[in-house]
Every structure is written in C-alpha cells, then in structure tokens.
C-alpha cells in the first residue's frame, strides 16, 4: 500500500500527563438520540437498497434536528404538552428506473423502532412529530455509485484521526454510563432516565465527575423522595467505580444543579427521562466520537460518522478504520505507549487509497522507531486489504459510530 508514513511523537503519553477531561453523552441524551436516529436510517435504508437492487446507493443522512418539546413535571408523574420535533435532512436516492424507495416511511419506522427499543417511556407515535426534509442527491456525488471498480471513489476531501489505546479515565467514563443505562440498572433505580451526561476531570490519580442524570417524576413522590434516591444512585455510582477502577480517589457529583427546598423546580425531573421533552435540542455531530467519548486532551475529527454512507463517504469509513488501525497497531506491535493514526481521502480517489495514512506513535524507553516501522506498515495494508468487509460491517450496523 502506498502514502503510508510513520512518525515518532516525542510527546508524554495521555495516561501520563498531570491532566486529562473526557465526556460522554448517554444513550437519552438529545445529541446522542439524534446520532443514534439518524445512523439507524443509513442502516435500514443500505438494507433496503441491497435487498432490492443489490447494491448500496447513494445516501448522506448526518444533518438531523430534534427540537425540544415542552412538558410540566409534577410529582408523581406530569404531562407532555408539546411533543418533540425530529427533522431529518440531507440526501438520498429515491428512484431507480421506475421504481421508487419509499425513503421517507423507512426514516420514521427506523426512528421509532430505535426508540421502542432504547427509551423506557418515549411513545413514538405520541411524544415526537416527524419532518422530513431529505432529497434527492446531487448528480455529481450520485454518478460516484455508477463508476466501475472494487471501490467507490471518496466523496469527499476529509481528514479523519483515531488513537489507541484508551485510558483508564476514559474506559471508566464509557463504562460507567453504560452500566447506569443497562436493563439490570435500569430495573434496580427504574427513576433513573435515559439522558445521562457524564464529565471527568483527571489529576494525576485523582478522578472528580460530574453526573447529570434525568430522574423520571412518575417515580418521584416528593423532593424528600427525590434526594433519598439520589443518594441512593451516587452510592451505587461510587460502588461501580470502586469494584472495576483504581483511581487513589474519586469524587463524584450527582445533579449538581439540584437546590433543596425550592420544589419540583430545583430537581433535575423530567417525564420521559430525557431533557429534549422540553430542556435541550439535539443535533447530529455533537456528541460523542466513534468510540463513544469526547476526549478534550486528544485530536479529534470535525465529521460526524452517523448517517453517512458506509461504501463512499470517508467522513464515516475513515473516521471508524482510523480507530480500528490503531487499536489492530496496539495489539501486535511491541514497545508502543499510544498510537495516532490520521487519514486523509481525495475526493473522487478511491477510498481504499487515501492520499496520506500517517501514523504517530509514542515508543517505550529504549525501542527506537526503525525496530517497529515495518509492523506498523504492514499491520495498515493488512487492515486496507478487509476495507470492503470493513464496510459491509459499517452498512449492517455490526460496527458502532455512535
């Protein structure tokens, strides 16, 4: 394979530096809701087209909206007065010859298959009205579908960087929020919602989080009640933590916007457990990156991975592979600390020729780049040979960007 280079970072290691913030945006979050939606649609829509043409066709699904409704919380469970507003946007391919892809009905049955699935007490055909706002593509991205070869070209002149391995704060972060949304969880503290934003700040070895977590009011019998469970909830955070992590000390903060004696208005209460019922917007592209966190001490790709295309647009394969690389780099060559790999597509180059892979990597005490170079280079071309595999995965959903 060709354009690859390999760097020596003479940089500290993540794990090592003084100072490390991560985030994550959980599964009920409006951002993470938007970018779980809308790569559901890529989803569906890829099988569609290869159920009925045997082929994918051009879509770009990354531009989606869901507005915030409006609700009146009350102890014991309130109302939803205005439901949410999901808008989706950008492009598909809605006819082949005579034949028409009902792309629009497939958006909003995926929607509200996802959200049967995944949100306790969102009723999708009660609680989120529905605006499609997707057209046909443009000629010049959909002639990219009808050219001859094993790969389509990119569409798009897009950079995309991922790194391994992660840190402790981060797997921690991941972890954590998946454990609070779990079915066993879920059963155990059920006035726990779907929406939970988690941010942490590392010092040294000293972990301080903040917790934001949407408490469904049908649970809730009175402020009383409120902060009784809370406290309940942070002892089971701490317990998480301590079994699975090693961190010299961690303070955790559950909602802290919370002020006692002012009511149902000084608790973080919500209907349907998540804040876009009548807090907060979401927006593809906001959340978390393809691995789940939003790492603030690292490089970061601009594109959003959800809803593209998995067969052409770079700004979703490379985004993923880029991750891939450095973790299949982590694992078989010996003496790296952390590794960075960056891609690089021209539009219309084929994708399994990117204009420039580069990989940067930090090497243990003693381990000199030339010793690790070639393992490097081959462990790339290995995972390039697998691209089209690599896709399909992308297309079916057997690979999370979300």
């Known amino acids: ?56 066709l051009h879509h770009n699904l990354d531009k989606g909206l869901l507005a915030a409704g409006e609700t009146r919380v009350r102890f014991g469970g309130g109302e939803v007065i205005n439901p949410m507003l999901l808008v989706y946007g950008d492009r598909a391919t809605f006819d082949v010859g005579d034949e028409r892809v009902p792309v629009n009905e497939i958006a909003i049955r995926s929607t509200k298959e996802w959200l049967r699935r995944n949100m306790r007490f969102i009723d999708p055909d009660i609680h989120i009205r529905y605006q499609s706002e997707i057209k046909p593509g443009a000629a010049a991205l959909q002639d990219i579908f009808k050219r001859k070869g094993k790969f389509l070209g990119a569409n798009d002149t897009s950079a995309a960087v991922g790194y391994a391995p992660m840190t402790e704060t981060e797997r921690l972060i991941l972890s ?29 070895r000293r972990l301080e989080l903040t917790v934001a977590m ?53 608790l973080y209460l919500t209907v349907l457990g998540t804040s876009a019922e009548g807090g907060d917007s979401g927006q593809v ?40 690389i450095a973790d299949r780099v982590q694992e078989r060559v010996n003496g790296i600390k952390e590794t960075y790999i960056w ?5 219309g180059q084929s994708i399994d020729e990117p204009k420039v892979v580069s990989a940067e990597v930090i090497l ?25 595999d690599f896709c399909m995965d992308l297309a079916m959903g057997r690979i999370t960007v979300c």
Do not use: W
């Open 214 to 266: 949407a408490f469904v009011d049908r649970f809730i019998s009175s402020e009383a009640d409120y902060f009784r469970k809370k406290a309940e909830i942070a002892a089971a955070i701490n317990e998480f933590i301590n079994a699975n992590y090693g961190f010299e000390a961690v303070n955790v903060g559950l909602n802290v916007l919370d002020a006692p004696g002012r009511g149902k208005d000084g």
């Open 364 to 388: 243990e005490e003693g381990v000199r780049l030339g010793e690790v170079a070639s393992e490097i280079e081959e462990t790339i071309s290995g995972e390039f040979d697998h691209l089209s």
């Open 285 to 324: 592209g906001r959340g978390n990156n393809v691995i789940g966190v939003i790492p603030l001490n690292r490089p970061v790709s601009s594109e959003a991975a959800a809803g593209k295309n998995p067969i052409s647009h770079v700004g979703k394969i490379y985004n993923t592979i880029s991750y891939r």
């Open 1 to 56: 394979m060709r354009n690859i280079v390999v760097n020596e970072l003479k940089q500290v290691a993540l794990k090592e530096q003084p100072l490390e913030i991560c985030e994550r945006k959980g599964l009920g979050h409006p951002d993470s809701i938007c970018d779980a939606v809308m790569n559901e649609v890529s989803i569906e829509l890829s099988k569609e087209y290869l159920r009925r043409f045997g082929v994918i």
């Open 176 to 204: 954590l929020e998946r454990h609070l949304n779990s079915p066993g969880f879920k059963k155990e503290f059920p006035e726990s919602g779907e929406d939970i934003k988690i941010m942490g700040l590392r010092r040294e």
């Open 343 to 347: 891609l690089l597509s021209n539009i």
